[in-house]
DNA sequence: CTGTATCCGCATGGATACTG
DNA sequence: CAGTATCCATGCGGATACAG
């Protein structure tokens, strides 16, 4: 169900410590949520393969941001009684529709970087440097 | 527009530090950007009435995400060389086109946040972490 | 295999003082 | 009015060691 109650910070509205976009940028705003949201896409996918499809991320990571997604109702959790123990995550009902807003999010990010980078090359007055090399002074 | 297939990390393709994913996410993943980004929704608006508009964010943070924004090209900053300056900013076209995503996201937050909520209960009030009170196939 | 526990560097961001 | 500069508390997230 939805509230047609006009809170939205898009429209203007003033920030409140409980409103939906603070929340839910306090959600998937880390570093790994999203990945972890991608690479369950299809069913259920054991820790040890997360890790694998994920490069990069700690075991701390992995498993503290999965806690926090099926603490939310994202994700579920399934642990298999065998010998060597194994558990399965996947993607809720309420985690598989978080997709749609989140791809959303990343085509405006692929049709716009391009733009987003020469911005920042002529904001920075650099005239030759390739994008995405920052430098710090 | 763009065909956005490439590596979408929603399809579970590896992450990689230049994905969309990542990119979009560190842009407007912390506290203000999109709050900033709502408060420009009506045209230009002053620095003072931006910092009147979003309740509780510091100078330094307005100053300092809404220069990330000028030189992402989402923000065009304007100077009115007054006798007490006035500065006023506005999203540009790029800036504009970043609503709708942002807007789809606040929108899955609003109606599912209720959800988010039970299942966090549920989740702390049990004692093991498999709560199954939100979801079942 | 799937975690938990601990230490710790570093970036984020708040508070404050000062400037043009 | 619209910043800039500085100090500093907090917490995210990485590395490592250990456990069920």
Redesign the interface.
Known sequence: ???T?SE?????????ADC??????D?????WT??I???L??GDVRFSELRR?????SQKMLTQTL?GL?????V??T?HPEVPVRVEYSL???GR?????????????????G??S???DA??GADGPPP?AAERP
């Open positions: 169900m939805v509230t109650r939205s910070v898009l429209d203007g509205n003033p920030y409140r939906p976009s603070r929340r839910i940028l959600r998937i705003g880390d570093r999203v990945l949201v991608g690479a896409h299809d499809r994920i490069e990069g991320i806690r099926e603490r939310d109702g994202l579920r959790r642990v809720t009902e309420a529709t978080l997709r749609e807003p989140l791809r959303a999010l990343e085509e405006w990010s692929i049709a716009h970087l733009d987003v020469v911005s920042q904001y920075d995405a």
